[in-house]
């Protein structure tokens, strides 16, 4: 990819729920629904800036290992964003391991990608691990995800968390310290102007 480009994939990491809700004075499970609606502004941006190719970080196995209130919070909050965005029009994959009983049954037919507008990728009850076990079978079980060329999170962390790790080996990584619920559409066009100055010479 040539210097000044837009990213042809973009993985987003939305961090920062459960510590937003208790900036609120709500429990942390209700950070999650406050998720939803900056999600779907993110992916209606993404779709007026001609971004190909999305992957969204959404839960993942070790966060099944939370109190059961937010786990189904997180659950029910990635299942109304999936089907959302598909009604949108985006053409969707869920990646995740399906055969495990933490896997919304209901998204199932997103195991297979549905749609043929902007591909969407939502990771959900994903493991790095699991993924990369699907290579004793001969391939990556996201090996329908392309190469990403930035991941932007917020909340502050920086690090990967186990996102794609494969895909991300080229990725330039931007991070935001405001808290998910609180997105605003200037982060995301921060981080293009910030990705545009990176010389990607891919070690060349």
């Not at 837009?6 to 709500?26: M, V």
């Not at 290992?65 to 965005?85: C, G, H, N, Y």
């Not at 749609?115 to 790095?128: A, E, F, R």
């Amino acid at each position: 990819m040539a210097r000044n480009s837009t990213p042809r994939h973009i993985g987003f990491i939305p961090d920062g729920n459960r510590r937003w809700a208790l900036d609120q004075g709500l429990p942390k499970e209700q950070g999650y629904v406050h998720g939803i609606d900056p999600g779907l502004s993110l992916y209606e941006i993404c779709k007026e800036r001609g971004i190909p190719e999305a992957s969204i970080y959404c839960f993942t196995q070790d966060n099944t290992k939370r109190p059961s209130a937010q786990k189904l919070a997180f659950t029910d909050a990635s299942v109304a964003f999936a089907f959302e965005i598909a009604r949108r029009g985006a053409a969707l994959l869920v990646v995740g391991d399906e055969t495990s009983a933490q896997f919304p049954k209901v998204l199932d037919v997103f195991r297979q990608r549905q749609g043929t507008g902007m591909k969407v990728n939502l990771l959900i009850n994903y493991g790095w691990e699991w993924d990369l076990g699907g290579l004793k079978n001969g391939s990556l079980r996201s090996n329908e995800v392309s190469r990403l060329d930035l991941i932007v999170r917020w909340g502050g962390g920086r690090r990967l968390s186990g996102f794609l790790p494969v895909q991300s080996v080229y990725a330039d990584f931007y991070v935001r310290d405001e808290y998910w619920p609180d997105f605003d559409p200037q982060h995301f066009e921060h981080a293009l102007s910030w990705f545009k100055r990176q010389d990607r010479s891919f070690g060349g």
